[in-house]
C-alpha cells in the first residue's frame, strides 16, 4: 500500500528544508512566504535495518524497500480558509495525504523572519488549526444540510445522522478536531466521504536548534503539553541539521556526523517510523534469492489481505501463508535452517500478520 504525508505549517518554519532532508529533492528552500506553490512531491525509502541483515543472509538479486510519497505543501496563513494566501490550493492539496506532518518554528534566529514577527509554537500551530477547522466546517454544514432534508421523511437512520451531525459540528465550534471525535461504525462511510481535514493523524514536528535536537527545548515542551489531549505524535528534530546530514557522501560519513551530534540514528528516520506508527502500519519481507523485499499493511491485518498487497490474485485464491519470525530466521541463518528446527509456520485465513513476519504465499487462481 501506497503511503502519503502532508508536510504543512506557516511560511519560514522549516517546512522545505525538511523536504530537502527526507528526499535530497532540492525543493526551493527560501527566507520569504509562499517559496513552495505548487507541491513539490518526493518519493523516500522507509528505513529499516531488518530489511538490509535479510539480505545480507539472502544475497538476493534486488532488494526493494518500501516507500513514502512526501508533499511539500504551500505555507498557510490566516483567512486561507476564505481562500487568502495560497489557502484553497493549501486546503486542495492537504486532501490528497494519509497523514501530515505539521511543522512548527521552536527556535530563535533573527536572520530568519517569522510570518507573525515572533516565535510563539502554540500560535502558529492554532492557526492552522483554525483554518483546517474553519474548512471542515463547510463540509459539515453541506453534509448536514442534505441529511436535514432527508430526515423530514421521519426515517430513524436519518434522523441519527442529523443529530450525530450536529454534535459534531458543535465539537468543532468548540476547537476541537474531527479526529478527536468518536465516529460510529454506522456513520464511518459518511466521516470518510467528508474528507474532513482536521481528521487526519498528525505528528507534529518541532524544529528545533542544533542544541535541542536530542531532548528538546522550552518551545518544543510547551507544544508537547498544548496536544495531550489530541492523540496526535511529537518529535523535535534540526531541519538545518538534517539538511546538512542529507547532503554527505556516504552512509559512514552521515552516522559519524550523527554520532558527533549525540544521536543514534538521522532525525528524518525517526520521523518516517513516526508517521508509520501514527497510521498504524507494520511491515511484513518476503525473501528469496530474486528478490528481498519489505510489503505494508495495517497493523491487524490477516494473511489474505497481506498477500492482496502483492497481488490481488494472491488474495482472492489465498490457501495458506507460510510464516517465519524475523528473531528466528536472524538466528537460524536460513530458510532451510528454519524448516528443519521447524520453526516456520503454516497459516490460515485467520492468521494476523506481526510486524516483522517473513511471508510466503501459497494461492490458486
Not at 532540492?26 to 517559496?35: D, E, I, K, M, S
Not at 492539496?93 to 501530515?100: F, G, H, Q, S
Not at 502554540?122 to 432527508?150: F, Q
Not at 528534530?237 to 544521536?263: P, Q, W
Request: proline share 3%; charged share 25%; with cysteine.
Amino acid at each position: 500500500m501506497g503511503l502519503k504525508c502532508g508536510i504543512v505549517g506557516l511560511p519560514n518554519v522549516g517546512k522545505s528544508t525538511l523536504f530537502n532532508a527526507l528526499t535530497s529533492a532540492g525543493a526551493l528552500a527560501a527566507n520569504y512566504p509562499f517559496a513552495t506553490k505548487e507541491p513539490n512531491i518526493g518519493v523516500i525509502t522507509v528505513p529499516d535495518k531488518r530489511l538490509s541483515e535479510l539480505a545480507r543472509l539472502v544475497n538476493p538479486q534486488k532488494l526493494v524497500p518500501t516507500t513514502v510519497d512526501i508533499l511539500d505543501i504551500a505555507g498557510l496563513i490566516k483567512g486561507a480558509s476564505k481562500g487568502e494566501g495560497l489557502g484553497n490550493q493549501f486546503l486542495a492539496n492537504i486532501r490528497e495525504v494519509d497523514a501530515i506532518l505539521h511543522v512548527v518554528r521552536c527556535f530563535d534566529d533573527d536572520n530568519v523572519v517569522h510570518v507573525d514577527g515572533s516565535i510563539n509554537p502554540i500560535r502558529d500551530k492554532e492557526i492552522i488549526d483554525i483554518e483546517l477547522g474553519l474548512k471542515d466546517l463547510e463540509s459539515i454544514e453541506k453534509r448536514l444540510d442534505k441529511a436535514s432534508k432527508a430526515a423530514k421523511t421521519g426515517k430513524r437512520e436519518d434522523v441519527e445522522l442529523v443529530n450525530w451531525l450536529t454534535n459534531l459540528k458543535a465539537h468543532m465550534l468548540a476547537g476541537k478536531q474531527a479526529r478527536s471525535f468518536e465516529v460510529p461504525d454506522m456513520f464511518s462511510d459518511v466521516m470518510r466521504d467528508m474528507m474532513l481535514l482536521t481528521a487526519k493523524p498528525v505528528l507534529y514536528v518541532c524544529n528545533v536548534d542544533e542544541a535541542s535536537s536530542v531532548n528538546g527545548n522550552h518551545y518544543s515542551k510547551q507544544l508537547e503539553e498544548a496536544i495531550v489531549s489530541e492523540g496526535a505524535g511529537l518529535i523535535c528534530i534540526s531541519a538545518a541539521i538534517e539538511s546538512d546530514i542529507a547532503a554527505l557522501d556516504t552512509y559512514e560519513e552521515r552516522m559519524e556526523f550523527v554520532k558527533d551530534l549525540g544521536l543514534e540514528e538521522p532525525g528524518v528516520n525517526r520521523v518516517i517510523r513516526a508517521a508509520y506508527d501514527l497510521l498504524h502500519l507494520i511491515t511484513y519481507f518476503t525473501a528469496g534469492e530474486k528478490e528481498v523485499r519489505a510489503w505494508t499493511v495495517v497493523k491487524g491485518s490477516k494473511a489474505p489481505q497481506a498477500a492482496g498487497v502483492i497481488h490481488t490474485d494472491f488474495e482472492k485464491g489465498f490457501i495458506r501463508a507460510e510464516v517465519i519470525k524475523y528473531a528466528d530466521y536472524t538466528r537460524l541463518g536460513s530458510e532451510a535452517a528454519v524448516k528443519e528446527a521447524g520453526k516456520m509456520g503454516v497459516e490460515g485465513k485467520e492468521y494476523v500478520v506481526q510486524d516483522g513476519d517473513i511471508m510466503h504465499f501459497r494461492f490458486n487462481v
